[in-house]
C-alpha cells in the first residue's frame, strides 16, 4: 500500500518520506502543542515512578524534558496517585497524559487536576455511561483522549467472532469502541492499537490509517531492554513510519525513560522526519583501526550532552559529527559531517565542515573537537521548543 516504496528508477534518497508525504490526520491539541495534522512527530514518554511520590515524578518528569520529551504520559492506579495531579500539574508546563484503567472517576480526576490527555481502553473503564462521563468533562476541559486498543484487551464479542487478535478484529474492537464518542461528537482523540508482535502492529496500524483520519500513536508493548527493545521498535515502527503513518510515538523499554526519548529521536532522524540535537556517527573499527573509536565517540556523545552544552543552542541545534578511525575511509567521511575526527596511530585529525583544522595527539582529539564546536555555536540560553524539526 505504500506509495513510498523504492521502485523501479528511484533512489533512496527519494524514498525519503517528506512531511508533505506523510498521512494527512486531523489537527488534535494536547495542551500547548499539537498532534496530527502538519505537526512534526510528536516524542512521547512515561514516568517510571509512582505518582505519589511527587518529588521523583517531577524530578523525572523534568529530566524528560530536557531530553527533547515533548508529551509525558503518567500512570494513574489509583485514588492516591489521583489526589496529587493537581500538584504535579502545577509544577511542570509539558503536555501531560493520565494512564487510566478501569476506574473512570480517575479519569475525571485528571481531567479536573488540567492534565492535557487521558488514555483510556473504553473495553475496561465498563458501562456506557462512565465512558460518557469522560467523554463530556474531556469536551468541557479541552482534553483529548486516547482510546487504545490492545491484543490482549479486545472486545469479547468481536473476539469470538474472528476466534483470535488478528488486525481485523482489533481495528473492529476499536470501531465499536468509538460509537460512543462519534455519537457525543467528540474529535479530540487519538488512536492506538499495540501488540508485543511487529508484524501484526504494522497490520493493524496500516488497517487505522485506511479506516480513520484521527492521529496515531504508535508502539510496541513490552518491547523489552533497551538494546532488544529499540531494535524491536525500530523495526516496527520503521516500517509504519516510512509509509507515513503514525503522529507520536513513544519507544517502551525497559529502563531509564530519556532513554526512550533518546531512542525515538534516533528513530525519527534516521528515517529524516524529525532532526534534533546533535547526532554522532562513528566508524565500526576494523583491522586498519589505530586509535581507540569507540571511546572517542562514547566521549563526544556524552561531552555534548554536559551541562555547560546542553544549557546552550547546540543542544537542540542540528548537526553532525562523525568520529573514524583511520586515513582510508575515515577522512572522506568525516568531511560528510559537520564535525569528524579522522584518525592516525595515536593521534588524529579535526575536521569542521569538510576542512581540516588541525591535527593533534589522541589525548586532545575530544577537547579540541569541542573547542571547534563551541566556537562555531556561541552559547544561548536553552531554546525552550525544539518541535521545529523537520
Ligand atoms: S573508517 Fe577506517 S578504521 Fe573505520 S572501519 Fe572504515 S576503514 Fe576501518
Known amino acids: 500500500m505504500s506509495a513510498y516504496r523504492v521502485g523501479k528508477g528511484d533512489t533512496l534518497r527519494s524514498a525519503r518520506v517528506s512531511p508533505s508525504k506523510r498521512r494527512r490526520t486531523r489537527r488534535v491539541r494536547i495542551g500547548p502543542i499539537s498532534i496530527g495534522g502538519s505537526a512534526v512527530i510528536a516524542v512521547q514518554s512515561m514516568t517510571k515512578t509512582p505518582p ?28 492516591s496517585a489521583a489526589a496529587v495531579l493537581p500538584e504535579i500539574r502545577g509544577r511542570t508546563g509539558l503536555p501531560l497524559i493520565a494512564d487510566i484503567h478501569f476506574d473512570y472517576r480517575l479519569a475525571l480526576a485528571a481531567i479536573k487536576a488540567g492534565f492535557d490527555k487521558v488514555r483510556i481502553n473504553p473495553g475496561n473503564i465498563g458501562a456506557s455511561w462512565k465512558v460518557k462521563e469522560i467523554i463530556r468533562a474531556a469536551a468541557g476541559s479541552g482534553a483529548a483522549i486516547r482510546v487504545g486498543v490492545n491484543a490482549g484487551s479486545l472486545n469479547k464479542k468481536v473476539l469470538k467472532k474472528y476466534g483470535s487478535p488478528s488486525a481485523k478484529a482489533m481495528v473492529e474492537s476499536l470501531e465499536k469502541s468509538l460509537e ?47 538494546f532488544e527493545g529499540a531494535i524491536r521498535s525500530a523495526a516496527t515502527l520503521g516500517v509504519l513510519l516510512q509509509q507515513g503513518i503514525g503522529d507520536t510515538i513513544r519507544i517502551s523499554l525497559t529502563g531509564d525513560p530519556k532513554l526512550e526519548v533518546e531512542a525515538a529521536y534516533e528513530l525519527l532522524g534516521t528515517l529524516n522526519l524529525r532532526k534534533r540535537g546533535p547526532v554522532v556517527y562513528s566508524c565500526p573499527t576494523c583491522g ?12 563526544v556523545k556524552l561531552a555534548l550532552k554536559k551541562p555547560a552544552i546542553r544549557n546552550s543552542s547546540i543542544a537542540t541545534r542540528y548537526f553532525t559529527v562523525a568520529v573514524m578511525g583511520c586515513v582510508v575511509n575515515g577522512p572522506g567521511e568525516a568531511r560528510e559531517a559537520d564535525y569528524g575526527i579522522a584518525g592516525g596511530k595515536g593521534k588524529g585529525a579535526i575536521f569542521v565542515h569538510g576542512k581540516v583544522v588541525k591535527t593533534c595527539s589522541e589525548k586532545r582529539l575530544v577537547a579540541a573537537l569541542l573547542e571547534e564546536i563551541v566556537k562555531e555555536n556561541p552559547k544561548s540560553k536553552a531554546q525552550s521548543s525544539n518541535r521545529s524539526g523537520v
Open 52 to 79: 505519589s511520590d511527587v518529588r521523583a515524578t517531577v524530578r523525572q518528569i523534568r529530566a524528560l524534558e530536557r531530553a527533547g520529551c515533548e508529551l509525558v504520559r503518567l500512570a494513574v492506579p489509583d485514588e
Open 288 to 299: 586498519r583501526t589505530q586509535i581507540d573509536v569507540a571511546r572517542l565517540a562514547r566521549q
Open 180 to 226: 460512543l464518542f462519534e455519537q457525543l461528537g467528540f474529535k479530540s482523540l487519538v488512536l492506538s492499537a499495540k501488540t508485543t508482535n511487529g508484524p501484526d502492529t504494522i497490520a493493524v496500524n496500516q488497517r487505522l490509517s485506511q479506516r480513520y483520519r484521527y492521529p496515531i500513536h504508535l508502539g510496541l508493548t513490552e518491547a523489552g531492554l533497551p
